[in-house]
């Protein structure tokens, strides 16, 4: 069965400081993979998405980059983090988009002060 | 741009009690549209509705889709204290990766 991993679960960044999160996923190949950010009081948004190694498409312009160097790899990065940069990080995987949706992973709190 | 509206944005009701979560969208080349239950951490696959008027269901909650008023609701029956959640709506559109979601629906049920 495919399983999505995602890490750290929470981390507290000062602001300036650089960000990478990391986010695994197990039992499937070549699946597209996302970074959604959930800010308090909004909804989900969607920040990247990849459909194969390197290829990266971005949806907002932002302080974020992310990257895939290998099939089930996808990570978020920053150089200099904002405080505006803080929220709940989701990464998501979907495989042809099935009838089975989209799955997430548990998530990373990041909090930057 | 696409667009996805849940109402009402929070809702308190007594365990037992019926509720109806809406969600209307607006998006250019519906695909599906997709409901979530998000309590702590990652959101967890309800439904998914690509075709108009076809009830799903799974156990005590069922979604249905109305394509020409583009809207959807989510029921959910005989509440329980586990229900209380966010629940999120987001439509995915033809051509385009990832999910426009809504804001969500947050369930308080309380005992």
């Known amino acids: 069965s495919q399983t999505i991993h995602q890490w750290p679960a929470t981390l507290v960044q000062p602001v300036g400081s650089p960000l990478s999160l990391e986010c695994t996923v197990e039992g499937t190949s070549n699946p597209n993979l996302y970074w959604y950010r959930q800010a308090a009081g909004r909804g989900l948004q969607l920040l990247f998405y990849?459909?194969?190694?390197?290829?990266i498409s971005s949806e907002v312009p932002q302080n974020l980059s992310a990257s895939r160097p290998q099939d089930r790899q996808f990570i978020l990065s920053s150089k200099k983090l904002l405080l505006s940069d803080s929220g709940f990080y989701l990464c998501?995987?979907?495989?042809?988009?099935?009838?089975?949706?989209?799955?997430f992973g548990s998530g990373t709190r990041l909090t930057v002060v | 741009e696409d667009k996805v509206v849940q109402s009402p944005l929070s809702l308190v009701v007594h365990e037992g009690d019926t509720v109806t979560l809406n969600c209307s969208y607006e998006v250019t080349n519906f695909r599906s549209l997709l409901w979530y239950k998000q309590e702590k951490k990652a959101p967890t696959f309800l439904f998914m509705l690509t075709s108009s008027g076809i009830e799903k269901k799974s156990g005590r909650l069922s979604s249905i889709l109305d394509k020409k008023e583009l809207f959807s609701i989510l029921n959910i029956t005989a509440t329980q204290t586990g229900d209380s959640a966010v629940y999120l709506c987001a439509v995915e559109a033809r051509g385009a990766d990832g999910l426009t979601f809504g804001k969500g629906t947050h369930l308080i049920i309380q005992p």
């Open positions: 998501a995987w979907s495989y042809m988009r099935t009838n089975y949706g989209y799955t």
């Open positions: 990849s459909v194969g190694i390197g290829q």
